[in-house]
């Protein structure tokens, strides 16, 4: 079966600060991949996908950047944190037109 | 443009009660639209699609193109159906977009 996995599970960094959000797929092959961001008030918003290995697309202007090294690995990052980077980070997976399977999210508070 | 409407932040029922958690959409084509489901503690998860036309935890939605909504029903809501309740669409892409969520409370 597939799962999803998210590390750390709560991250509290000082502004400034770089940051590096892991999130590892297993018993899948070629994934689509997502980062969301989980915000009181304004739902989940889509800010990274990819649809294979070195393929990245952004959906909004930010301050975060996404990559994906290994065809099961997608990492979310930034060179220096802002204080509105706060809130919940979900990572999520797909096959083409299926169902999203979530994981179990990363907590992130830059003080 | 693709959006999602949810207008409520928070709805409060008790036991037994008759549920119905609002979404609107605007989309052009043809949609999919999705309900998802984070209870306290736990992942999003998907409850349920409009395609596949079933009832899942006594929960339905129609896809209503004439007015644009997928409102989510339940004719008698239970304790454990307190959730944050996400509406989705899905377009011409594999991209979701989500509405903003509304918080289901059921008191005893």
């Known amino acids: 079966s597939q799962t999803i996995h998210q590390w750390p599970a709560t991250l509290v960094q000082p502004v400034g600060s770089p940051l590096s959000l892991e999130c590892t797929v297993e018993g899948t092959s070629n994934p689509n991949l997502y980062w969301y961001r989980q915000a009181a008030g304004r739902g989940l918003q889509l800010l990274f996908y990819?649809?294979?290995?070195?393929?990245i697309s952004s959906e909004v202007p930010q301050n975060l950047s996404a990559s994906r090294p290994q065809d099961r690995q997608f990492i979310l990052s930034s060179k220096k944190l802002l204080l509105s980077d706060s809130g919940f980070y979900l990572c999520a997976w797909s096959r083409d037109r299926e169902t999203q399977y979530f994981g179990p999210g990363t907590r992130l508070l830059v003080l | 443009a693709q959006r999602v409407t949810q207008p409520e932040k928070l709805l409060s029922v008790f036991k037994g009660a008759p549920v119905e958690l609002k979404c609107n959409y605007s989309y052009s084509g043809s949609p999919e639209l999705f309900w998802y489901v984070q209870y306290s503690r736990q992942r999003l998860q998907l409850l349920l699609r409009h395609i596949s036309r079933e009832s899942i935890k006594g929960f339905t939605a129609d896809l209503n193109k004439g007015e644009t909504s997928f409102h989510l029903k339940k004719p008698f809501a239970q304790e454990e159906d307190s959730a944050m309740y996400y509406c989705a669409l899905r377009g011409n892409t594999d991209k979701l977009i989500f509405g903003t969520g509304t918080r289901l409370q059921v008191f005893p």
């Open positions: 990819s649809v294979g290995i070195g393929q």
